[in-house]
């Protein structure tokens, strides 16, 4: 028997041949056992075995997200019924839920082989549209159609109706997801610690102006009115109805229903706010070199000591 069993999730288009052979190399070497979704089969070496998406996290001790933050939240809504450990490798641009490079990956499999590791839970919104629930780790998103009107909508909490909005989207989102959309429309940063739902109106017309912070035991109900113009709802950035003029979207929170692998949650931490200031404030050198893979840190470290006396 294998002595780790570790399921892949590519991002669906980028280049991720050298990542996936370092880790084919490692398991070689570890005798571990490396899965990846039937539809990534040709994208992967023989040796690596393929399976139904839906038995991927059956298969697998630990998912590893090769891509962005938006791969990593793949794999998280993957195995929300079975949860399993996720790292994430990061190939994308700016990346608030991945933590590993490219080159750091044989160390962190060595950890993750060595059990060298912090487990962090994640919350979710689960979200019932037209009698199907979905899960979003990140928030659920209620968005006009371009040139056809705005979204127009009750707010209820806990069955209270408490106005309304009229706005170019509406934003629900989990602390893990404030630092992406509703934080560009203007909602504030909750700490991943914390457990609460946070409603966001972007560009409001009329109604609640502002970002409405929520318990995670409330349950939220948006619910378009008659003179909205059609919505489109997405769920972690993705599409799941189009074009929708009535109707409600009943969410809820669920606590711990994801783990995240955590090798260094101080580095992290500090990268991640370092990433949301080179959204928003101004750095100093030093704080910018954080951001920096390590061995590139070192070299610079080494050309910047003073000569020997």
């Not at 610690?193 to 109900?221: D, F, K, N, Q, Y």
């Amino acid at each position: 028997m294998p002595r780790i069993r570790l399921g892949l999730v590519l991002h669906p288009t980028r280049e991720v041949s050298p990542v996936v052979d370092t880790m084919v190399a490692w398991a070689a070497r570890h005798d571990a056992a490396l899965t990846v979704r039937a539809e990534d089969r040709h994208r992967v070496p023989e040796s690596v075995r393929a399976v139904p998406e839906t038995d991927l996290t059956a298969a697998s001790d630990m998912l590893l997200s090769v891509g962005g933050d938006g791969t990593m939240l793949g794999a998280l809504r993957l195995a929300v019924a079975d949860p399993k450990p996720v790292l994430g490798v990061h190939l994308g641009k700016l990346g608030f839920l991945v933590e590993v490079e490219p080159q750091e990956l044989p160390a962190a499999l060595d950890r993750l082989l060595a059990g060298d590791y912090t487990l962090v839970n994640q919350g979710c919104l689960v979200c019932a549209v037209c009698g199907d629930d979905v899960v979003a780790f990140n928030d659920v998103a209620l968005i006009r159609t371009p040139g056809q009107g705005f979204v127009t909508a009750t707010l209820a909490v806990d069955g209270q109706r408490y106005g309304y909005y009229r706005c170019d989207a509406l934003v629900i989102s989990t602390p893990t997801g404030s630092t992406a959309y509703s934080y560009a429309a203007g909602g504030p940063l909750v700490s991943p610690a914390t457990r609460a739902v946070v409603v966001t109106p972007s560009a409001p017309m009329s109604g609640i102006s502002r970002a409405v912070v929520l318990s995670p035991e409330e349950t939220v109900r948006l619910e378009l009115k008659s003179d909205s113009g059609p919505v489109a709802v997405e769920v972690d950035g993705q599409i799941i109805r189009d074009g929708s003029t009535s109707g409600a979207v009943d969410i809820r929170y669920r606590p711990e229903a994801g783990q995240v692998v955590r090798l260094d949650p101080r580095r992290y931490q500090e990268r991640s706010a370092l990433k949301l200031g080179l959204l928003d404030l101004p750095l100093l050198p030093a704080q910018l070199r954080e951001l920096l893979p390590e061995e590139v840190r070192r070299r610079l470290d080494q050309r910047e000591l003073p000569p020997p006396l």
